[in-house]
């Protein structure tokens, strides 16, 4: 252990063992890597990740060393099955919200990829907020209809046109000071949105999830963006394959906002909600209280 006072710092970038760590007292970001001690013990996930609070001391030579992880609030945990057990990558560290951008068409909004995407945020314990980008394409309120059912059951939806200038404010406010996870299928518009937002930012972003998206042979970086307005961006490639790999079938109802509530007032404590009689989720599904869509999206991830 050095005799060096510890700093603290934010991992905002990670490469094949070597974290980038932002601190109040360093004039510049640092090069770390982990102390030897952290890394004892069977591995069985990422020790740190991007968007860590750590303790790191100074070297001699300007680098530094990374001493503790400081406790996490959240993470997005992906399971990496290895030859030699089960491997817990972790995305990202302490992210305050997770934002998923779909567009209002070109290409049509994939709602069952998008519940799939809350299903796995309500899990992970992660505020989500829905953006439906290219709403000058189909107008608001054609927008509204595809996307209304979702802020009834606590998700805010941003409407936004890149191309157009709208909802950019809202945006702005919403990422304001957060560390924002972001997510969404490929061409919906998230680089051009970036852009709209912090010229250069979308193609910062795009080229990290380039190098994610490419595979095990070529090194891939992880990394948090600075908003100029406050906050941090973070592009999480990766949340269809965030398979609900350790959850039973019977837990799923239990993140559906709309169905968590119900369940306890079905005639069965076993009950499937496909059939049985007194079902309390079926009824609210007939009476339109829990939108068809929803429920389908349920029995999809309940059969998985």
Known sequence: MS???ALTGLVIRAQSGFFTVLSADTDSPVTCQLRGRLKQGPKLGDIAAVGDNVAFTLQ????????EILPRKSE?????????????????????????????A???????????YLVIAEKQRIPAVIVANKVDLIGPE??????????????????????????????RAALHGKLNALAGPSGVGK???????????????????????????????????????????????GWKSLALWDTEPVEIDAYFPELRELVS???????????????????????????????????????E
Not at 106 to 116: I, N, S
Not at 280 to 285: H, I, Q, T, Y
């Open 142 to 171: 054609a927008a509204q209809e595809l996307f209304g059912i979702y802020p009834p059951l606590g998700y805010p939806v941003l409407y936004t046109s890149a191309e157009k200038g709208i909802g950019l404010e809202a945006l």
């Open 191 to 237: 680089s051009s949105l970036l852009n709209a937002l912090q010229p250069g930012l979308g193609i910062a972003v795009g080229e990290v999830s380039q190098a994610m998206n490419k595979g095990k042979h070529t090194t891939n970086f992880r990394q948090l963006h600075a908003l100029e307005f406050g906050g941090w961006v973070a592009d999480t490639p």
């Open 106 to 116: 070109r290409p049509a909004p994939r709602l069952r990829m998008l519940d799939r």
């Open 60 to 67: 001699p030579d300007g680098s530094g060393v990374i001493e």
């Open 265 to 303: 007032e079905c005639q069965f404590s076993d009950c499937s909600h496909t059939h049985e009689p007194d079902c309390a989720v079926l009824n609210a599904v007939e009476s339109g209280q829990v939108s068809e869509e929803r429920y389908e999206s349920y029995l999809r991830l309940r059969d």
């Open 3 to 5: 005799d060096h006072p």
């Open 76 to 104: 997005i945990v992906r399971l990496d099955p290895r030859p030699q057990g089960e491997y817990q990558q972790i995305l990202l560290a302490n992210p305050d919200q997770a934002v998923f951008v779909f567009s209002c």
